[in-house]
């Protein structure tokens, strides 16, 4: 059908409008791409050339500044030193030896460092630096910079390290960083990129460990300009990278020191917790080792030193060792029969010294006995038979069960390495473990706190926290990152009968204040910090009938690996408990001689806030002793703000 002159007219403007829309569109895209033309030709042609003319531009990455650890007032107690190092990367020093010959005109370098430097590069990628020297000095930096032109490939670099200014105070609890090995990054699924650069420093053990990712940070990077000898000749961008994540912890830097001090060179453990929100205030492990040297890189001989020490101050004592925790568990015993309403607090049981259980006598630490006596008496004076005879009705299910309520055979989730479980045994447990039925003398020796029962120095002290408080107090390391609080749980009732807990609570105060207590020699006078504890001492030897009838060795006759370990658990104030302490020294003896007066010094510099007034000591020649070992310490200032700080 023919279009009539009018549709001819509308099909050739609607045409007409299409080709000037193509055409403009057309425009718009060349004139873009001449713009983009000019751009590249023009105002980034030096950029562009040095690109194509062999990677001249290349990225580096920039190490993040590692988070620092604070105290719980704010003192630094992990943080960061300056620190000058050189690098290498193969692929643009073209002939290493030679470079490194050049380089050791500079710094001094062994033949067996250069060789160590050598096969570290060899075995790495072409691109990936090398550090080939640290902890530089400042005319050794400056020189290899003044150098690089005859140095092609080696880059100084100024940086920064971990550094601990409290040395051991801390070396348990913290741990420490090191270079990352080829292990450790097979521990890693994706390994972040950053823990490839050279000499980059990762938490090993501790806090430092646990709470790596936060404290890592993530890295920056920077692009420069490298010439064809692989000499750097400018910097085109930087991106720093982000600073890790700011910890403060709950520890207070000045009791931290004093218990450190206190402990000695004590093989031994002493931790301290506020009972009302399951702070750590303390918690120290002896002998220390100083965290500085493995940072920086620890010698053999100072590494064989610290591994062939008996007293083995690699180990953290605090929450790796798991020890008998003798007497101290009698709470837990007592406890579990007044709970099961086996015994009430007038329940009376009569030691003769020592009791007949399935033809076989076992003897009570008192060779003469005690009499007749009642739960509270039974704990002032530490008989043992009143917990024989205990256990036989109580049975160990209760008693485990107990154990566990009050924190022991419990794995507290602290940010530390090796956290010990313990153990609460029970007749599964047994069966499990060993497949064997219980027996009631197993049952005997667990009522005392030996046999199969194990128990942190932690754990204790989370024990006692509980036996004062009556709420399931729990323990906790961290109090803010990056300034946001970390919440304190409300924590609940241990659902034990408040009777029962006043009873074991009059107990442990008459084991320090009674005239006949076991503790009584280590009590602290000032009525408002009165102090309720418990002795212990756990075997680690079998006492023969025949070395009995003749007379059981003393200890300090005995070769110090055999001896027992001295053990004692506190809190205070009585009326109204703040604090919880916990001391075991490894083969120390008797809990009551060498324990005791380890926990109550710490105890008191806790509700002092520093140093105490020696008028909170018993005026029996105590006070001269304290004020001499006093004289020797060399304490580092308490942080704790002086308004904040008790007063006598």
Known sequence: MRKSDREIVESSRLITRRVLMLGV?????????????????????????MLSDGNSIKIRLLPPARGLILDRHGTIIAGNEQNYRVTLTREEAGDVSAVIARLRRIIPMTDRQAAEILEEIRKRSAVTPVMVADR??????????????????????????????????????LGYVGPVSDYDLSKIENPD??????????????????????????????????????????????????????????????LQNFATQRLGQESAAAVVMDVTNGDVLAICSSPVFDPNKFVRGISGPDYRALMNHDHRPLADKTVQGAYPPGSTFKMVTLLAGLESGVINPGSRFFCPGSLQVAGRRFHCWSRGGHGTIDAVRSLEQSCDVYYYELAQRVGIDRIGAMARKLGIGVKHDLPMSAIAEGIAPDRAWKRERYGQEWQVGDSINASIGQGYVLASPLQLAVMTARVATGRAVSPRLVKAIDGVAETVPD?????????????????????????????????????????????????????????????????????????????????????????????????GGGGSAVAAPIARDILLYALAGGLPPISAYPDDGTRAKVQEMWSKMNLAPSTRPAETRAKA
Request: some cysteine.
């Open 136 to 173: 530089l000095s400042w005319p050794e930096f400056s020189s290899i910079a003044l150098n690089a032109p005859a140095l092609p490939g080696v880059t100084p670099e100024s940086g920064l390290s971990r550094s601990y200014p409290r040395a051991g105070d801390f070396s348990h609890v």
């Open 491 to 587: 924590w609940p009732e241990l659902g034990i009968n408040p009777l029962n807990l006043r009873t074991a609570r009059a107990g442990m105060d008459a084991v320090m204040n009674s005239s006949h207590g076991t503790a009584r020699r280590a009590r602290i006078i000032a009525p408002e910090w009165q102090m309720a504890g418990k002795t212990g001492t756990s075997q680690v030897r079998n006492i023969t009938a025949a070395e009995r009838a003749r007379g059981v060795i003393s200890n300090d006759q005995l070769p110090w690996n055999r001896r027992d370990h001295a053990l004692f658990v506190c809190f205070a104030p009585f009326d109204m408990p703040r604090y919880a302490v916990s001391v075991v020294v490894e083969h």
């Open 193 to 254: 990129p950053v823990l490839r650069l050279p000499e980059f420093q990762l938490g090993k053990v501790g806090m430092e460990a646990k709470l790596e990712e936060a404290l890592r940070g993530k890295a920056g990077a920077r692009r420069i300009e490298v010439n064809s000898a692989g000499r750097e000749m400018r910097e085109l961008s930087r991106q720093e990278g982000q600073q890790g994540a700011t910890v403060q912890t709950t520890l207070d830097a000045g």
């Open 25 to 49: 569109i057309q425009a718009a895209v060349v004139s873009v791409l001449g713009l983009k033309l000019r751009s590249m030709q023009i105002e980034h042609a030096d950029e562009y050339r």
